[in-house]
């Protein structure tokens, strides 16, 4: 289980646009990673828009947001397109991010228990630190999440 102070975990994976793109990139940036289930869902539609809504006061504050889902690049390139994001997108098919950040577990839908991604977000400093780290929060919350740095 991860806390806050903790080193975030490092990935490599696939964007939308079929580049790799590892964590490690935006090493001395102030990142926000969240983890949403499925791309254009009513749920994670609410919190990649939210996020979008608030993308020139999170540009200003210097920091960079990277949605990750186990959708495929192409799936998550119509997501970007539709809503017009402007964020990182990326492909975890396997779930080694998700697990890494304790965003894959136990669900239940329509009473049945399945195994996917918990709706995650973690804010990471510019050393590579986890500032703050959420599991099963609800979509607006992650628009919030910002704010850890809009007084800096």
């Known amino acids: 289980m991860l806390h806050e102070g903790d080193d975030a975990p490092g990935f490599e994976l696939r964007s939308d646009t079929g580049e ?5 990139d935006f090493l001395g940036s102030r990142v926000i990673v969240y983890f949403y289930p499925k791309a254009d869902t009513p749920g994670c539609t609410k919190q990649a828009c939210a996020l979008q809504d608030l993308g020139p006061q999170i540009h200003d504050a210097g920091v960079t947001v990277i949605g990750i889902s186990p959708d495929p690049p192409e799936k998550l390139a119509k997501f970007r397109a539709k809503y017009g994001l402007e964020f990182h997108l990326l492909s975890d098919p396997d779930h080694v991010a998700a697990e890494a950040y304790g965003a894959w577990g136990q669900k ?4 049945k228990a399945h195994r996917g991604v918990v709706r995650s977000h973690a804010a990471i400093d510019e050393r590579g630190r986890l500032v703050e780290i959420k599991n099963k929060v609800k979509p607006l919350e992650t628009a919030k999440l910002w704010e850890i740095w809009k007084q800096t």
């Not at 790799?20 to 490690?24: E, F, G, N, Q």
């Not at 239940?108 to 009473?111: A, F, I, L, T, V």
């Open 108 to 111: 239940k839908m329509r009473g």
């Open 20 to 24: 790799t793109v590892r964590l490690a």
